[in-house]
């Protein structure tokens, strides 16, 4: 089903914050709409956002490839995105994400066998006093979790996958 | 003293409307939409000495009159991006008082006579724009937003717009592109965005905190704030404090306080006790200054004194470094950052931050030699007044002053 008929009403809502002339404004939001399922974005959905806002396949596809939020691999059900930054390496984010590969048993980059968490290592997320801290990127959005600890963050992928997070 | 930017620390749930309101909220705006022209709202702001926080210290009055009045519609952006490694401190405020951040989008807006205000934030602050969402509703639904505001002919609506994932797009012409649905990567300037800026139409970007100082000043006047730090810095300021302290977090503090008070009084000191080495005041693009004599950290921060020492106070994001930390470790991880967030735009700082990330690898694997330690400096040096944007030049900075003030930490991981 197309993003236009599955969510009218956000595709809508988005287009009214841009001037009707300037809606290739509207590509940024539409793209988090149509990787909002799948937690990527297919070459269809591309096409549709391109076509919404009226904008070229590969201006789009320019857009995707320059943000690091927009995916066009599927991976994981949930990216697990983990600051080991200047402020938070301060702070013992290396040595916390090196414990979690190896509870895991992941490298960073990869992702768990049961396709629920791909683990990243990200920049800044601006709450360097929290550390160390990480986002879940997945269909319920971007959420922050600071001031983790490895055991508590078994416990937040035990609560993901029980929670119907396994992936298909 | 009473917060004046973190007013959530004092008075609990100001951001619920009503405790907002009757904390004396929205009376700044409503005054200024009802009683004040624009320009008058301009040089209140003008004449407090209100300086830009999103790095740069632009003084925010002035910036406001050169909104060119010859070319419609106008738009206000607020700066919510904040990537700088080191700086949380925008993010405390939406989340804590959200509505005296938003009535400065609004008292901004009305000065410059822009009718449409977008809230530029990060993408990871997804959770943060519902939120904002939430609340700007609730100001329509009081009659803060929208047509005819407090009965007169000025309108305004006020939009968030999420980022994804880009340090880059903090720079305010590559944030405008990024609104326009378009990669965020810089403009070439002149022309400035109060004359060229959002659709090409003349635009004022302020970063949040700026903006979230405004409302205080309309209700208190320029005086009051002008009294408040130091003559070149009027105000105060929060200093995001990070790194090896004990207990890292925002401070709101005046102008001038010195680096000594903050990290040890509100601070709590160094972790372990350990002796401060290194300062960086804004975050990973700054300087790194040496602090070889206690002296150094009696500097009061504020804008001119910080640059006695060799460097700017940019956001105010002071991350501390503490004698066990080795600065070849310490610039791989900056020139990393740079090298992960150059927009690629122009060649000096697209190749430059690469080749520097090679050096600075094999410095800190141990593979490098004395002449790599050099032929970095000469790369970063190279690079300097070169580069489209700023973000070419910050990428030089830790690496410029870590060998020129910490060779050693280099020459002792290099092969003989
Ligand atoms: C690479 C780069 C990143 C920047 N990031 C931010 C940012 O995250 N937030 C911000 O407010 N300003 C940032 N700035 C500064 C903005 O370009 C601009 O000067 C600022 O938003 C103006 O607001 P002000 O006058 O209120 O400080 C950045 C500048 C550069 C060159
Ligand atoms: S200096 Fe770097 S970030 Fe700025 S325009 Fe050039 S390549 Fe892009
Ligand atoms: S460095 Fe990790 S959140 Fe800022």
């Known amino acids: 089903m197309s993003l236009a008929t599955k969510y009218p009403k956000e595709v809508k809502q988005i287009l009214s914050k841009y001037p009707p002339e300037h809606k290739r404004s509207a590509v940024m939001p539409l793209l988090y709409l149509a990787q909002r399922e799948e937690g990527y974005l297919t070459k269809t959905a591309m096409q549709e956002v391109a076509k919404i806002v009226d904008i070229t396949e590969t201006d789009v596809a320019a857009i995707v490839g320059f943000y690091t939020l927009y995916h066009d691999k599927k991976e994981g059900k949930y990216r697990m995105q ?18 979690l590969c190896a509870n895991l048993g992941i490298k960073v980059g990869e992702t768990t066998e049961d396709g629920l968490i791909t683990l990243e290592a990200v920049m800044c997320l601006a709450a360097c006093d929290k550390a160390p801290v990480f986002q879940t990127q997945g269909p319920d959005g971007i959420k922050y979790h600071e001031n983790m600890t490895v055991d508590r963050t078994m416990e937040l992928i035990a609560a993901l996958k029980n929670a119907g997070g396994e992936a298909k | 003293m009473a917060h004046i930017l973190l007013r959530h620390r004092d008075i609990p749930d100001i951001h619920r409307l009503e405790v907002y309101k009757k904390n004396g909220g929205f009376a700044a705006f409503k005054n200024a939409v009802t009683n004040m022209k624009p320009a008058e709202v301009t040089d209140v702001v003008k004449n407090s000495g209100l300086r830009g926080r999103g790095g740069a210290g632009f003084p925010t009055g002035l910036k406001w009159s050169f909104i060119d009045n010859k070319n419609w519609p106008h738009y206000v952006v607020a700066n919510a991006d904040e990537s700088e490694p080191g700086t949380f401190k925008d993010r405390e405020i939406m989340e804590g008082n959200p509505f005296q951040f938003l009535e400065g989008v609004a008292i901004a807006s009305y000065a410059v006579s822009a009718n449409v205000a977008y809230v530029y934030l990060r993408g990871e602050f997804w959770q943060l724009a519902e939120f904002l969402d939430e609340k700007i509703a609730e100001m329509e639904e009081a009659g803060y937003l929208g047509k005819n505001l407090f009965g007169t002919d000025y309108s305004l609506k006020l939009y968030t717009h999420l980022g994804a ?90 102008f001038g306080t010195t680096f000594r008070e903050l990290i040890f009084t509100h601070g709590g000191g160094v972790q372990d006790s350990r002796k401060v080495k290194a300062i ?10 040496l602090v070889d004599d206690e002296k150094v950290l009696d500097t009061p921060m504020d804008y001119a004194s910080v640059r006695t020492l060799g460097a700017d106070l940019g956001s105010a994001s002071v991350i501390v470094v503490d004698e066990t930390v080795s600065m070849d470790w310490l610039v791989n991880k900056t020139v990393h950052f740079f090298r992960h967030e150059s927009c690629g735009k122009c060649t000096p700082c697209r190749e430059g931050t690469y080749w520097m990330s090679h050096l600075t690898e094999r410095i800190h694997d141990g593979r490098a030699t004395k002449a790599d330690v050099d032929l970095l400096l000469i790369v970063a040096k190279q690079m300097q007044g070169k580069c489209l944007c700023a973000l070419g030049e910050f990428s030089t900075m830790a690496v410029v002053t870590g060998i020129e003030r910490f060779r050693n930490d280099f020459e002792k991981v290099v092969k003989a």
């Open chain 1, 82 to 99: 983990v600051c080991t930054d200047l402020p938070c390496a301060l702070r013992g984010a290396d040595q916390f994400m090196e414990n």
């Open chain 2, 165 to 254: 994932g880009a340090y880059i797009c903090g720079e305010e012409t590559a944030l405008l592109e990024s609104i326009e649905g378009k990669r965020g990567q810089p403009r070439v300037r002149p022309p400035f965005p109060p004359s060229y800026g959002l659709y090409g139409k003349p635009t004022i970007v302020n970063n949040v905190e700026t903006l979230t100082n405004v409302p205080l000043i309309l209700a208190n006047g320029a005086e009051w704030y002008k009294n408040m730090g130091t003559p070149d810095s009027a105000g105060v300021k929060i200093f995001s404090l990070s790194g090896r302290v004990r207990k890292p977090g925002n401070y709101e503090l005046p």
């Open chain 2, 280 to 289: 960086m005041p804004a975050g990973a693009s700054s300087s790194l200054i």
